[in-house]
């Protein structure tokens, strides 16, 4: 089976860094992937892990270590506009998107 | 190039009633997943589709619902008679054949049950 655990709620204050992290467990591994949902919106695409190491996107990088199954979404300057919903994410072999739960980021001023 | 579109965006149905949920991808994506997702809660797979192919529907309740990707037009999420339960946010997200590591959604159809 496949399972992504991540923590339900992070607190963070404008302006600071905060790291989310997700660990998987999977049968067959492709990849970690990220996505941003405000609260009534869609999920949109941040980034994508295919192998080890760190990924910058502007504000935002993702990091991947397939030895440890684990992987974070690294938050820089929070602004509040990013006070949202975080998910990780998995394609399996079969080309199915499996999600975490998802975690809720509070941005205090 | 326009977006993975859902319509309607908000449905509201009695109990017992039908309800079809529309989703068309985006250009070039052959890959379509439905998701339902209830309030403060992850988004919970419940079938993955191809052109006229159901390719993995491990997700979805063995009765009432049912999911179609036809060779023309949209994907259709039905699920007959409805049930409070039902009631949640249904999101559809599309990908190209190449790859499946990012997904485009759609702004979603929430579903009220009364």
């Known amino acids: 089976g496949q399972s992504l655990e991540q923590p339900s709620e992070v607190t963070a204050v404008e302006g600071a860094i905060v790291q989310i992290n997700c660990t998987y467990q999977?049968?067959?591994?492709?990849?970690l992937s990220w996505y941003q949902q405000h609260d009534g919106g869609a999920p949109t695409f941040l980034s994508y892990?295919?192998?080890?190491g760190l990924e910058e996107t502007g504000r935002f990088s993702s990091f991947l270590s397939r030895s440890d199954s684990y992987g974070y979404l690294l938050l820089q300057e929070l602004q509040m506009k990013d006070s949202a919903s975080y998910f990780c994410?998995?394609?399996?072999?079969?080309?199915?998107?499996?999600f975490g739960k998802g975690t809720r980021l509070h941005i205090l001023p | 190039n326009a977006g993975v579109m859902q319509n309607p965006r908000h449905l509201v149905r009695r109990r017992g009633q039908e309800a079809r949920l529309r989703c068309s991808p985006m250009?070039?994506?052959?890959?379509v997943y439905w998701y339902r997702q209830l309030p403060e809660e992850g988004l919970k797979f419940m079938v993955y589709?191809?052109?006229?192919?159901?390719?993995?529907e491990s997700g979805m309740p063995k009765e009432r619902f049912s999911a179609e990707f036809p060779k023309e037009g949209p994907s259709i999420l039905r699920i007959q008679q409805v049930v409070r339960g039902d009631s949640a946010a249904y999101f559809c997200?599309?990908?190209?054949?190449?790859?499946?590591?990012?997904?485009?959604f759609g702004q979603g159809t929430r579903l009220t049950v009364v």
């Open positions: 997200a599309s990908s190209p054949r190449t790859t499946n590591t990012e997904a485009f």
């Open positions: 999977t049968s067959g591994f492709y990849g």
């Open positions: 892990n295919g192998l080890d």
């Open positions: 994410a998995v394609p399996n072999r079969d080309d199915k998107i499996i």
């Open positions: 250009k070039g994506h052959s890959h």
């Open positions: 589709l191809q052109k006229e192919n159901i390719i993995d």
